[in-house]
C-alpha cells in the first residue's frame, strides 16, 4: 500500500488544500494523510481569512505520524508561516524523507496572501533544497528566484536559479502566460515541455491536484519526467467535468 501526505492549508469548501489533495490520493487508489498547517475561511468566491496553526503543533503532528508510518511520499502546499515551514524542514531531515514534492503555495487565484513574507526567504533557502520537485507557476518562480519572467529564457534563468539551490527538479506551470496551457520540466537531461489545451474559465485548486497526482505517481515509482505527463493528463480531464460549486463561476474538480 502507498501511504502519502499532504502538508497544506485547509479550505472548507474542498476544492483546494488538504482536501483535495485526499481527494486526489483516493481518485488515484492510495492511501492518503493530512496534516493541516494553517485554516482558510474559504468559499467558492474567495478566501475571507487565513489562520495558521503553530509550528510546534505541527512539529508534534509530523513527529507522530513519521515516526510511526513509513511514508512513501509528502507534499507540501500552503504553510503560512515560517515557523511552519522550519518544522516540515526539520522533519524532513529527521526522518530523511526523499520524495518531496513542494508546491510553494504564496497567493491564491482571488489574491489571498497564503505565505507571509518573511516565511517565502525560508523556503527558498531551507525546504526548497530538500525537494524532489518545486512545482511553481510563473508568479511564484519569479517571487521565489528574483527574475521577472517575460521570455522563455526567464523562464531558463528562473528555473537555473532555482535548481542551483538544490532541488532535482523544477516544474514551472505556465497557466499564466498566454497561448496553450504549457509546464516545462528543469533538471533532466533535457528541458522537457508538456502542453494541454488552454480550457476556457476559471478553476479553483488546479495546482494542488497537479502536484498531488505527481507525488501519486512518484511515489509509485514513475520517473519524473512520465509523473508530470501523467499528473498533467490528470488534471485535464478533470478541467472537462469540473463544475461550479457556489455563487461565483469559478469551477471546482470532481472526482
Ligand atoms: N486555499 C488553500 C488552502 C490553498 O492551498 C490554495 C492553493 O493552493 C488556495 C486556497 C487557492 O487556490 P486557487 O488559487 O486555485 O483558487
Redesign the pocket.
Known amino acids: 500500500m502507498i501511504k502519502l501526505l499532504s502538508i497544506?492549508?485547509?479550505?472548507p469548501s474542498s476544492?483546494?488544500?488538504?482536501q483535495v489533495d485526499l481527494k486526489t490520493f483516493q481518485a488515484l487508489g492510495v492511501f492518503g494523510m493530512a496534516i493541516p498547517a494553517?485554516l482558510?475561511v474559504?468559499n467558492s468566491q474567495?478566501?475571507l481569512r487565513v489562520e495558521p496553526l503553530s509550528g510546534q503543533l505541527l512539529s508534534r503532528q509530523l513527529d507522530a505520524l513519521l515516526s510511526d508510518i513509513k511514508l512513501d511520499a509528502i507534499k507540501t502546499?500552503?504553510l503560512l508561516t515560517e515557523e511552519n515551514v522550519e518544522a516540515v524542514t526539520k522533519a524532513v531531515k529527521k526522518f530523511t524523507v526523499r520524495n518531496l514534492v513542494i508546491?510553494p503555495?504564496l497567493?491564491?487565484?482571488?489574491g489571498?496572501m497564503?505565505m507571509q513574507p518573511d516565511a517565502i526567504g525560508v523556503l527558498r533557502k531551507k525546504l526548497i533544497p530538500l525537494a524532489l520537485v518545486v512545482t511553481p507557476n510563473v508568479p511564484e518562480a519569479e517571487a521565489l528566484s528574483g527574475i521577472s519572467i517575460g521570455s522563455d529564457q526567464d523562464l531558463d534563468f528562473a528555473a537555473g536559479k532555482l535548481l542551483d539551490s538544490g532541488p532535482s527538479f523544477v516544474l514551472i506551470k505556465g497557466g499564466h502566460r498566454r497561448g496553450p496551457a504549457t509546464d516545462t520540466l528543469y533538471g533532466g537531461k533535457t528541458v522537457l515541455t508538456f502542453s494541454t489545451l488552454r480550457r476556457k474559465g476559471?478553476?479553483?485548486?488546479?495546482?494542488?491536484v497537479l502536484s498531488s497526482a505527481l507525488t501519486v505517481f512518484i511515489a509509485e515509482g514513475l520517473p519524473v519526467e512520465k509523473a508530470v505527463e501523467k499528473a498533467k493528463q490528470f488534471v485535464d480531464k478533470l478541467l472537462m467535468t469540473a463544475e461550479p460549486v457556489g455563487k461565483s463561476r469559478?469551477r471546482y474538480f470532481h472526482f
Open positions: 497544506a492549508g485547509s479550505d476544492g483546494a488544500g488538504i494553517a482558510t474559504q474567495g478566501v502546499g500552503m508546491d503555495v497567493r491564491s487565484s482571488s489571498r497564503l476559471e478553476f479553483h485548486g488546479t495546482g494542488c469559478t
